[in-house]
């Protein structure tokens, strides 16, 4: 979208004010707020801010940091008062020399993209399924989290509420220009699922971070509490963040399918499978990053603990989801093990990362898992069988990570370091905090 047709839009939807939207190391977006009038001089000469105060950013002696509009992120936020309309455009970041900032993940993301079209004329694609639990906001939610409804997996009334509020938000993300393919209740008591059309990983990356923040503000609005935590209440399922993947060249063939295959995959897909797995241990402390995402991680739930790929197996890391025979367009693969936590920019260049470094170095996978349920298996029989685990922890991830030469070059040192030092951070601050299971295990047993 050109600067010119940008103004004529927000001035079509008699748009207020305009939120200059950014991401952090974490994930969380950042914005900074402007009524419209000041838009044009925006588009013109971008905004300047301080950068030492966002987790992951400049340090204290060089903070001023430079926003530049992408024009084609701009949506209406439909949540905002009709007299008080909203906008939203994301940002790129600029240092003050005018070189893009090394630690700004969505610009991390973007030039990786670039590199693998310029230099290979391939494009990614990848189609998440994020999940979510609603929960009431009773003043206790804090400790004991009450789920909105009791609906479990594709659940329907035409008298539940869950199912009005859900309505609500894909409306919403309709209007914000996601293509919302399918919503449903999920096993979880107030757990649900939105799923959106697939697309290049840029532009699916910001369709997590708006879908994040509509879900969110509809539910708040709703006097609801909307979370991704990944696994929000003992004894109920994780919300995980599926990620459909393929490769397509410019001209949109699906270079992922391959017609003669007994799995309909191509040598280059069988190589992304391969190097996903290969760096999974790693790849867990970006797509699984916090303390929270090992509680999800775990035996005895559909999200999978060990490594290994398969087509009809749910329990595996990577699964091929079956497709019409004469589709060769819809052939990818699923990777299982990420969760919505995760900074979908930063997820996406690493799994990329990984996927590419078993392409060009021509590694196969191992067989496929297919009709092994890895559960009834003990440890001795799945290391005869070469099957590996994710790590339990997040400081084993991060010891994962940090062993990880293709990741770490990848993510680059400006990032890897802020990543790194905000993980430990949390792992430090969980590690030495005292839960409510351990008083009421230890304080009078002991």
Known sequence: MQYDDLLKRVKDDRISFISYQFTDINGIVKSLDAPVGRLEEVLDHGIWFDGSSVEGFARIQESDMHLRVDPDTYSILPWSPDDFRRGRVLCDIYMQNGEP???????????????????????????????????????????????????????????????????ELMSALGQMGLEVEIGHHESGLGQHEIDFHFADALHTADNVQTFKSAVKAIAARNGLIASFMPKPMLNAAGSGMHCHQSIRDTEGNNLFYSAGDPFKLSELAYGFIAGQLEHARGLSAILAPTVNSYKRLVPGYEAPVYIGWAEINRSALIRIPRTSSSNGKGVRIELRFPDPSANPYLAFNAMLAAGLDGVD???????????????????????????????????EALNAFEADEVLKRNMGEVLFSSFINARQAEWDDYRTSISDWEVKRYLETI
Do not use: C
């Not at 590199?115 to 990614?124: A, F, H, N, S, T």
């Not at 906001?137 to 009791?150: A, K």
């Open 101 to 167: 900032f090394a630690g700004d993940p969505r610009g991390v993301l973007k030039r990786s993209l670039k590199k693998l079209e310029d230099e290979r004329g391939w494009v990614l694609e990848i189609g998440p399924e994020p999940e979510f639990y609603l929960f009431l906001r009773d003043g206790n939610e804090q400790m004991h989290p009450v789920p909105y409804d009791v609906g479990s997996y594709f659940d329907f009334s035409a008298n539940d509420a869950a199912v009005r509020v859900r309505t």
């Open 361 to 395: 170095r021509g590694i196969k996978p191992p067989d496929p898992l297919n009709h092994v349920n890895v559960y009834e298996l003990d440890l001795d029989e799945r290391e005869a069988m070469g099957i590996g685990s994710l790590p339990g922890s997040l400081q």
